[in-house]
C-alpha cells in the first residue's frame, strides 16, 4: 500500500440486508449472510492502487449485519468547490475530467464501475489531486442486491439506470436482476459533475426526486441535452462561452443512449484531452515481492532531497500499517461512529416492527432510517496514535540491518522493547511501540528478499508481526520466482473427479471464520486446492488438505498465487508422500517414530499409553495430516506455524508430544475409553506453552533419532545451523537426511521391525559428534556442567575391555537386569540414576529395558559396537602398574 503522507484515515458505515431465519440454501446449509458476502468482496478492494483511488484499509462487521469500512481520506472535496457558487476555469473542468477518468479507467480494467461518482466522492490532497471515494460500494455489495438502498445519486445516475429501477437480491419477487451498470454509466455522471462545475450550480437541486427523475428520463427526445440544460437552470450564455474543447467534452459525456457514449478509456484518448494528457505520466503498477521483474528498476530519489528527512516518520508508513497501529493504541471504529452521531443506539420498545389490524389500524415504528445509507465518512484522529509513539526515535523507522547496530548506543525507548521481547507473544502483539519496530524491520528485510534471507530467519525466531505473516511465511518456506506466471499456467477450470470432495469440504472448513467462510473465500478455496491437485498428478486429494490451505489462504487471501506456492512448498518439506494414493506405509513409519519420540521424552505416559492400547493410530493422524490445522483454530495455528516453518521435518513431533504433556495428567489417570472421549474433544491447549515445550523437546532430541526411510530425499542445498541440538531456544533447521550419507549413519528398518522397538535408534556419526562436543566442554552441557549425554554400554566387562567408546559406563546387561526385564539392584544401577535426565544412548538393544522402567531420553545406538570398530575411536583400558 501507499505511505499515509498527507491523507487521513476515513470509516463509512452501512447496513447489510438481513435474511430469513427459517430458510436454507440447495445444499441444505444456512444461507450465509449478506454482511460476509460483502466482507469477502471487498477484499479484493484493498488491492486497488492507483494515484487516483483512495486506497481502502479494511472492513469490520458488527452487530445487526452493520459493516463499517475504513479508507484513506481527504477532507477537501468538489463538494466544497459547489457551495461556493463559482464558475470553474476551463482549465480546471479539464483538469478534473481527466483526472476522474484515470480512474474510472483503472476500475474498468478490473471489471468495476463506480455507480457512485458525486462531488463528495471526488477528493482532493493538499496538492490538488483528484482521489475517487467510495469506487467500490457497487461491486461489494453485488450492484446493490445486497442492502436495502440504492448505490448512487439521482442527481447523477444515468438514464438508463434509473429507466432499470432498483433491485432487491433477497426479494423473492423479483425473478430477474436488471443488467449491471457498464462503464457508460459513470460517463454521464461525471458529465453532470462537470455541468455543475461550469454553471456554478447544482442540477435540479430544488426539484422532488420524482419529478428529477422524470425530466431526466425526458432528456431522450432532446437533441442537445447540454443545451436542454443549460435554459432549464438559466446558464445558457454561461454554457454558450466556454471553450470549444470544454463544450464538447459536455456533450460527449451527455449522451442519452449508452450505445453513443464513449467509455472512459475512449474519452481518455479524444482530442479534447491533446493539451492536458501530455502533463502526466502513465500509471505504473508497483512490482511485487514474488516476480520475474527487477524490483529496483524503477527505483528514484525525490527531487526535494529534504523530503527523505521528515520528521513525521509515521507518515512515511504504509496505510494499512498506519490503521493497524490505530488499532492496537486503543482505535475503536464503533466508538468514533457513535461520538460523531453515526451510530445511534435506540431502547428495544422502539424497534417494534410495524404491524396492521384487521381494520387497516397500524402499530410500531415506521421504516427505521438508520439503515438506510448515510454516506458520511468520520475522520479517525491519530493523535492518540502519535501520542504512544512520541518516543519512539527516528532510528526504529530506519534500522540497520547489519550486526553493526549492536555497537550503536541504545536509546531510551530501545531498551524498553528490549524488556518487552521476554512478555508473553499475546502481550507482545498488544504492544504498539513493539509491534511498530518489528513492522518497520519485517518490511526492511522482506523488500531485501531473497538476500536477507537469512536475517529473515534470525528475526523469525523472536516472533513474527501478525501484519506481515504471510509475507514472512513465504521467505521462510524459500518462495522466489514468478509465482503469478506459473499459478495461471494451471487449468483450475477443467472438471476433475476430485471436484466433488473439494465442493464437500470446503463448507466444513475453518468456517466459524468470516473471511473463509464467504462465497469469495469458497471460490479461492477451490481454485488453490484444484491448482495444487492438478499440479501434483502423482498425489491425489486426501481430505485434510483444505485445512493446510486455510492458513495460507488467510494470510494471502488477495494473492492465490502466492497462498499456492507456500502450501506447495509447506508439504513436501514436513509431509512428502502423505497424499500418494496409498500412503498407508509413510503414516505408519510416522506414527511408529512418533510412538519412539512419547517413549524417549515421556517413558511413563508412554507406557501408560502402550498400556491401555491408546495408540497414536487412534487420535494422532489428524494432528499430522494436517499439522494440526484440523484440531487448532486459525488464532492458534499462526502462532504454533511461526516456529513450524523454523524447524524441520521432524519438529511436528515435539509439538504432539507438548500436546500430551499438557494432557499428562488426565491421560495418566484414565484408562482407553475415558482417552478417547477427551480426544473427541479436545481441551483448550496453551498454544505459547505448547511452542515452549517443543522447542525444547526438540533441543534435546538428537538429529537422527527421528529418521523417517520415507522423509524428503536430501536436498542440493540446506539452511543450517550446527548448534541445534543441546542448547534450548535453538532451532536446527536442516534435516537429517539432508545430511551426507555415510557408513556410520543410519540404516533404513522394515517397519514390523522399527515397530518393536520402544525408543528411537540414535546414528553412529550422531554419537560420535554430540560425544565429542560433550568431552570437549563446547556447550554440550547441564547447568550442573555435567555431559548432557552419555553411552551405556551393557555387553560384559571382558567385551567392555577389549575396546570401547571412550567416556562410556559399563553397565552389563546380566548384572543390572533381571530374567523379567527389571532393573535390579547392583553398584552400576545406583550410577545409571545419576544419568537420570540426561539422553542415554545403549549401545545395544536393551534400550527398551530401561524404557519400561521409566527412564527418560533413552536411545540406541544404530548398528551397535560393529559399526563403531571401523571408526577407531574404540580405546582399551591403561594396564594396572
Given at each position: 500500500?501507499?505511505?499515509?503522507?498527507?491523507a487521513?484515515?476515513?470509516?463509512?458505515?452501512?447496513?447489510a440486508?438481513?435474511?430469513?431465519?427459517?430458510v436454507?440454501g440447495?445444499n441444505?446449509?444456512?444461507?450465509?449472510?449478506?454482511?460476509?458476502?460483502i466482507?469477502?468482496r471487498?477484499?479484493?478492494?484493498?488491492?486497488?492502487t492507483?494515484?487516483r483511488?483512495?486506497?481502502?484499509?479494511?472492513?469490520?462487521?458488527?452487530?445487526h449485519?452493520?459493516?463499517v469500512v475504513?479508507?484513506?481520506?481527504?477532507?477537501?472535496?468538489?463538494?466544497?468547490?459547489?457551495?461556493?457558487?463559482?464558475?470553474?476555469?476551463?482549465e480546471?473542468?479539464?483538469k478534473?475530467a481527466?483526472?476522474?477518468?484515470?480512474?474510472?479507467?483503472?476500475m474498468?480494467?478490473?471489471g468495476?464501475?463506480?455507480?457512485?461518482?458525486?462531488?463528495?466522492?471526488?477528493?482532493?490532497?493538499?496538492?490538488g489531486n483528484?482521489?475517487?471515494?467510495?469506487f467500490?460500494?457497487?461491486y461489494?455489495?453485488?450492484?446493490g442486491?445486497?442492502?436495502?438502498?440504492?448505490?448512487?445519486?439521482?442527481?447523477?445516475?444515468?438514464?438508463?439506470v434509473?429507466?432499470?429501477?432498483?433491485?432487491h437480491?433477497?426479494?423473492?419477487?423479483?425473478?430477474?436482476?436488471?443488467?449491471?451498470?457498464?462503464?457508460?454509466?459513470d460517463?454521464w455522471?461525471?458529465?453532470?459533475?462537470?455541468?455543475?462545475?461550469c454553471?456554478?450550480r447544482?442540477?435540479?437541486h430544488?426539484i422532488e426526486?420524482?419529478?428529477?427523475?422524470k425530466?431526466?428520463?425526458?432528456l431522450?427526445c432532446?437533441?442537445?441535452?447540454?443545451?436542454?440544460?443549460?435554459?432549464e437552470?438559466?446558464?445558457?450564455?454561461?454554457?454558450?462561452?466556454?471553450?470549444?474543447n470544454?463544450?464538447?467534452?459536455?456533450r460527449?459525456c451527455?449522451?442519452?443512449?449508452?450505445?453513443?457514449?464513449?467509455?472512459?478509456?475512449?474519452?481518455?484518448?479524444?482530442?479534447?484531452?491533446?493539451?492536458?494528457?501530455?502533463?502526466y505520466?502513465?500509471?505504473q503498477?508497483?512490482l511485487?515481492?514474488?516476480?520475474?521483474?527487477?524490483?529496483?528498476a524503477?527505483?528514484e530519489?525525490?527531487e526535494d532531497?529534504?523530503?527523505?528527512?521528515?520528521?513525521?516518520?509515521?507518515s512515511?508508513?504504509?496505510?494499512?500499517?498506519?490503521?493497524?497501529?490505530?488499532?492496537l493504541?486503543?482505535?475503536?471504529?464503533?466508538k468514533?461512529?457513535?461520538?460523531?452521531?453515526?451510530?445511534?443506539?435506540?431502547?428495544p420498545?422502539?424497534?417494534?416492527?410495524?404491524?396492521?389490524?384487521?381494520?387497516?389500524?397500524?402499530?410500531?415504528?415506521?421504516?427505521d432510517r438508520?439503515?438506510?445509507?448515510?454516506?458520511?465518512t468520520?475522520?479517525?484522529?491519530?493523535?492518540?496514535?502519535?501520542?504512544r509513539?512520541?518516543?519512539?526515535?527516528?532510528?526504529?523507522y530506519?534500522?540497520?540491518?547489519?550486526?553493526?547496530?549492536?555497537?550503536?548506543?541504545?536509546?531510551?525507548?530501545?531498551?524498553?522493547?528490549?524488556?518487552?521481547v521476554?512478555?508473553p507473544?499475546?502481550i507482545?502483539?498488544?504492544?504498539?511501540?513493539?509491534?511498530?519496530t518489528?513492522?518497520?524491520?519485517?518490511?526492511?528485510?522482506?523488500?531485501?528478499?531473497?538476500?536477507k534471507?537469512?536475517?529473515?530467519w534470525?528475526?523469525?525466531?523472536?516472533?513474527?508481526?501478525?501484519?506481515?505473516?504471510g509475507?514472512?511465511?513465504?521467505?521462510?518456506l524459500?518462495?522466489?520466482?514468478d509465482?503469478?506466471?506459473?499459478?495461471e499456467?494451471?487449468?483450475?477450470?477443467?472438471?476433475?473427479?476430485?471436484?466433488?470432495q473439494?465442493?464437500?469440504d470446503?463448507?466444513?472448513?475453518h468456517?466459524?471464520?468470516e473471511?473463509?467462510?464467504?462465497?469469495?473465500?469458497?471460490?479461492?478455496?477451490?481454485?488453490?486446492?484444484?491448482?495444487?491437485?492438478?499440479?501434483?498428478?502423482?498425489?491425489?486429494?486426501w481430505?485434510g488438505?483444505?485445512?493446510?490451505?486455510?492458513?495460507?489462504?488467510y494470510?494471502?487471501?488477495?494473492?492465490?498465487?502466492?497462498?499456492?506456492?507456500c502450501?506447495?512448498?509447506?508439504?513436501?518439506?514436513?509431509?512428502?508422500?502423505?497424499?500418494?494414493?496409498d500412503?498407508?506405509?509413510?503414516?505408519?513409519?510416522?506414527?511408529?517414530?512418533?510412538?519412539?519420540?512419547?517413549?524417549?521424552?515421556?517413558?511413563?505416559?508412554s507406557?501408560?499409553?502402550?498400556?491401555?492400547?491408546?495408540?497414536?493410530?487412534l487420535?494422532?493422524?489428524?494432528?499430522?495430516?494436517?499439522?494440526?490445522?484440523?484440531v487448532?483454530?486459525?488464532?492458534?495455528?499462526?502462532?504454533?506455524?511461526?516456529?513450524?516453518?523454523?524447524?524441520?521435518?521432524?519438529?511436528?513431533?515435539?509439538?504432539?508430544?507438548?500436546?500430551?504433556?499438557?494432557?499428562?495428567?488426565?491421560?495418566?489417570a484414565?484408562g482407553?475409553?475415558?482417552?478417547?472421549?477427551?480426544?473427541?474433544d479436545?481441551p483448550?491447549?496453551?498454544i505459547e506453552?505448547?511452542?515452549?515445550?517443543?522447542?525444547?523437546?526438540?533441543?534435546w532430541?538428537?538429529?537422527?533419532?527421528?529418521?523417517?526411510q520415507?522423509?524428503?530425499?536430501?536436498?542440493?542445498?540446506?539452511?543450517?545451523?550446527?548448534?541445534?541440538?543441546?542448547?534450548?531456544?535453538?532451532?536446527?533447521?536442516?534435516?537429517?537426511?539432508?545430511?551426507?550419507?555415510?557408513?556410520?549413519?543410519?540404516?533404513?528398518?522394515a517397519?514390523?521391525?522399527l515397530?518393536?522397538?520402544?525408543?528411537?535408534?540414535?546414528?553412529?556419526?550422531?554419537?560420535?559428534d554430540?560425544?565429542?562436543?560433550?568431552?570437549?566442554?563446547g556447550?554440550?552441557?547441564?547447568?550442573?556442567?555435567?555431559?548432557?549425554?552419555?553411552?551405556?554400554?551393557?555387553?560384559?566387562?571382558?567385551d567392555?575391555?577389549?575396546?570401547?567408546?571412550?567416556?562410556?559406563?559399563n553397565l552389563?546387561y546380566?548384572?543390572?537386569?533381571?530374567?523379567?526385564g527389571?532393573?535390579?539392584?547392583?553398584p552400576?544401577?545406583?550410577?545409571?540414576?545419576?544419568?537420570?535426565?540426561r539422553?542415554i544412548?545403549?549401545?545395544?538393544?536393551?534400550?527398551s529395558?530401561l524404557?519400561?522402567?521409566?527412564?527418560?531420553?533413552v536411545?540406541m545406538l544404530?548398528?551397535?559396537?560393529?559399526?563403531?570398530?571401523?571408526?577407531g575411536?574404540?580405546?582399551?583400558?591403561?594396564?594396572?602398574?
Open positions: 500500500m501507499r505511505p499515509l503522507r498527507d487521513q484515515l476515513g470509516a463509512f458505515t452501512f447496513f440486508s438481513a435474511l430469513p431465519h427459517d436454507c440447495s441444505g446449509l444456512p444461507l450465509t449472510p449478506n454482511s460476509i458476502k466482507l469477502g471487498f477484499q479484493i478492494l484493498k488491492t486497488f492507483h494515484p483511488l483512495c486506497q481502502y484499509v479494511d472492513i469490520s462487521r458488527g452487530k449485519e452493520r459493516l475504513v479508507a484513506e481520506h481527504y477532507e477537501s472535496s468538489l463538494s466544497d468547490f459547489q457551495r461556493q457558487g463559482k464558475t470553474a476555469s476551463p480546471m473542468v479539464l478534473v481527466y483526472e476522474v477518468l484515470e480512474g474510472l479507467e483503472f474498468n480494467k478490473h468495476m464501475v463506480h455507480r457512485a461518482l458525486a462531488p463528495n466522492n471526488v477528493l482532493m490532497d493538499h496538492k483528484l482521489k475517487l471515494a467510495k467500490g460500494l457497487y461489494m455489495t453485488d450492484r442486491g445486497d442492502v436495502d438502498f440504492p448505490i448512487g445519486y439521482p442527481s447523477y445516475l444515468a438514464p438508463e434509473i429507466a432499470q429501477g432498483s433491485f437480491a433477497s426479494d423473492p419477487s423479483n425473478e430477474e436482476a436488471p443488467l449491471p451498470s457498464g462503464p457508460k454509466s460517463i455522471s461525471l458529465g453532470v459533475l462537470l455541468f455543475e462545475m454553471a456554478g447544482r442540477l435540479l430544488n426526486i420524482s419529478e428529477r427523475l425530466f431526466i428520463l425526458t431522450g432532446m437533441d442537445d441535452i447540454v443545451t436542454v440544460l443549460a435554459e437552470h438559466g446558464c445558457l450564455d454561461t454554457i454558450k462561452d466556454l471553450p470549444v470544454v463544450l464538447e467534452l459536455l460527449k451527455l449522451i442519452f443512449l449508452p450505445s453513443k457514449r464513449p467509455t472512459p478509456a475512449e474519452l481518455l484518448g479524444d482530442e479534447v484531452f491533446n493539451e492536458i494528457s501530455c502533463l505520466m502513465p500509471f503498477k508497483p511485487s515481492l514474488f516476480s520475474s521483474s527487477l524490483r529496483c524503477h527505483l530519489l525525490p532531497i529534504s523530503d527523505l528527512c521528515k520528521e513525521d516518520y509515521l512515511e508508513r504504509a496505510i494499512d500499517e498506519v490503521y493497524y497501529l490505530w488499532c493504541a486503543g482505535g475503536d471504529l464503533e468514533e461512529l457513535t461520538n460523531q452521531g453515526i451510530i445511534q443506539s435506540k431502547p420498545l422502539c424497534t417494534l416492527p410495524k404491524f396492521l389490524l384487521e381494520d387497516g389500524e397500524s402499530f410500531g415504528q415506521g421504516r438508520s439503515f438506510l445509507l448515510d454516506d458520511t468520520v475522520t479517525l484522529s491519530l493523535c492518540q496514535l502519535r501520542n509513539l512520541k518516543d519512539v526515535g527516528g532510528e526504529a530506519y534500522p540497520l540491518l547489519e550486526e553493526e547496530q549492536s555497537s550503536l548506543p541504545q536509546s531510551a525507548s530501545s531498551q524498553d522493547l528490549s524488556t518487552t521476554t512478555l507473544l499475546i507482545r502483539e498488544r504492544d504498539t511501540e513493539y509491534q511498530l518489528r513492522i518497520v524491520l519485517f518490511h526492511r528485510l522482506l523488500q531485501a528478499y531473497p538476500y534471507r537469512d536475517l529473515v534470525k528475526d523469525a525466531r523472536v516472533d513474527i508481526p501478525p501484519l506481515v505473516r509475507m514472512a511465511w513465504a521467505a521462510l524459500g518462495i522466489e520466482g509465482i503469478q506466471a506459473k499459478y499456467g494451471i487449468d483450475k477450470d477443467t472438471p476433475i473427479p476430485t471436484d466433488r473439494i465442493e464437500v470446503i463448507p466444513r472448513c468456517q466459524y471464520d473471511l473463509l467462510s464467504s462465497p469469495q473465500g469458497h471460490v479461492k478455496f477451490r481454485r488453490v486446492l484444484k491448482a495444487w491437485v492438478v499440479s501434483h498428478p502423482d498425489l491425489v486429494y481430505q488438505l483444505d485445512s493446510l490451505c486455510a492458513p495460507f489462504l494470510l494471502n487471501f488477495n494473492n492465490e498465487a502466492l497462498a499456492y506456492a502450501m506447495s512448498a509447506f508439504i513436501p518439506k514436513y509431509l512428502y508422500n502423505f497424499f500418494l494414493k500412503n498407508s506405509h509413510v503414516i505408519q513409519e510416522y506414527l511408529t517414530v512418533f510412538s519412539q519420540m512419547i517413549a524417549f521424552h515421556d517413558p511413563e505416559l507406557n501408560h499409553l502402550n498400556q491401555i492400547g491408546f495408540i497414536p493410530d487420535y494422532a493422524i489428524p494432528w499430522f495430516l494436517t499439522m494440526f490445522t484440523h487448532f483454530p486459525l488464532h492458534k495455528i499462526f502462532h504454533l506455524w511461526d516456529t513450524l516453518l523454523l524447524g524441520n521435518s521432524s519438529f511436528p513431533f515435539c509439538i504432539g508430544v507438548a500436546i500430551l504433556q499438557q494432557l499428562r495428567d488426565r491421560l495418566l484414565n482407553f475409553n475415558e482417552c478417547i472421549l477427551l480426544f473427541s479436545l483448550e491447549i496453551d506453552r505448547c511452542v515452549h515445550e517443543s522447542i525444547k523437546l526438540f533441543s532430541t538428537p538429529k537422527s533419532a527421528t529418521y523417517r520415507h522423509a524428503q530425499p536430501p536436498k542440493t542445498t540446506a539452511v543450517t545451523d550446527g548448534n541445534g541440538f543441546g542448547r534450548p531456544g535453538t532451532y536446527y533447521f536442516s534435516d537429517y537426511q539432508d545430511m551426507p550419507r555415510t557408513d556410520l549413519s543410519r540404516e533404513p528398518l517397519l514390523s521391525e515397530k518393536a522397538e520402544l525408543s528411537p535408534r540414535i546414528s553412529a556419526e550422531d554419537l560420535i554430540l560425544c565429542e562436543l560433550s568431552l570437549a566442554g556447550g554440550k552441557r547441564t547447568r550442573a556442567g555435567r555431559p548432557k549425554i552419555v553411552a551405556v554400554d551393557v555387553r560384559s566387562a571382558e567392555f575391555n577389549r575396546g570401547h567408546l571412550s567416556g562410556s559406563v552389563p546380566s548384572s543390572a537386569f533381571g530374567p523379567d527389571e532393573l535390579v539392584q547392583c552400576g544401577t545406583g550410577v545409571l540414576h545419576s544419568f537420570r535426565g539422553v544412548v545403549v549401545i545395544s538393544h536393551f534400550a529395558h524404557v519400561k522402567v521409566n527412564f527418560p531420553r536411545c544404530d548398528g551397535g559396537i560393529i559399526k563403531m570398530r571401523s571408526t575411536l574404540l580405546t582399551v583400558p591403561s594396564p594396572q602398574i
